[in-house]
């Protein structure tokens, strides 16, 4: 069994208030989620109003597929109009 993890760090420029963010985010989420078996949560930079970081898991039985999801949620987040993905990380454990 492998579990891939992907942080992603972004920069929501339009977002003038927390509950912008929120709503940004929980969007980014809802399509990441509904579009991959995966599961996706803000973990981190809660307060802020324009920054936000993903957490993204996938457990499946072989390495190269949960590689291929997580990036698969790369392209999603980059194709993103509303955030801008400033770096991430991926690990297959």
Request: glycine share 8%.
């Amino acid at each position: 069994m492998f579990v891939g993890i992907l942080t992603a760090e972004l920069h929501v420029p339009e977002s003038g208030s927390l509950k912008g963010k929120r709503s940004v985010v929980k969007g980014l989420k809802d399509r990441i989620g509904s579009r991959f078996n995966v599961s996706v949560a803000e973990v981190g930079e809660t307060e802020l109003w324009q920054r936000a970081t993903l957490g993204v898991a996938v457990v499946s039985n072989d390495r190269a597929h949960a590689d291929e999801v997580l990036a698969k949620v790369v392209d999603l987040i980059r194709s993103s109009t509303s955030a801008e993905l400033l770096d991430y990380q991926i690990e297959i454990v």
